[in-house]
């Protein structure tokens, strides 16, 4: 069973950045597609991010096009989300995910961390 650990989450002022890793448990991880989605409190979860296994092709949400960046070490099991710009509508509890294919909805990931909360304040 892989596990997925987020960090890197915490409280930013608007137009701050911040960087968040997850850890997979396993390094057969980097056979698979990872990826970020977010909840927002009261809000349905998000697809942010998404990167191929060879860290060829990434996919963005347009919310976040410009202004997050995907990356992923396959030697460390790691994944990156890199977040500059903040902004209010940022504040939300961030998901690592790892599956077989890049995807955009929830159904295409089989593993999820367990969320780091990133709150914005203006």
């Known amino acids: 069973q892989v596990q997925l650990v987020e960090s890197g989450g915490g409280l930013v002022q608007a137009g701050g950045s911040l960087r968040l890793s997850c850890a997979a448990s396993?390094?057969?991880?980097?056979?698979?597609?990872m990826g970020w989605f977010r909840q927002p409190l009261g809000k349905e979860r998000e697809f942010v991010a998404a990167?191929?296994?060879?860290?060829?092709?990434?996919e963005y949400a347009d919310s976040v096009k410009g202004r997050f960046t995907i990356s992923r070490d396959n030697a460390k099991g790691t994944v990156y989300l890199q977040m500059h710009s903040l902004n209010p509508e940022d504040t939300a509890v961030y998901y690592c995910v790892a599956g077989s294919n890049i995807a955009r909805f929830i159904s295409g990931y089989e593993y999820w961390g367990q969320g780091t909360q990133v709150t914005v304040s203006s």
């Open positions: 990167m191929t296994w060879s860290g060829l092709r990434a």
């Open positions: 396993t390094l057969t991880i980097s056979k698979n597609a």
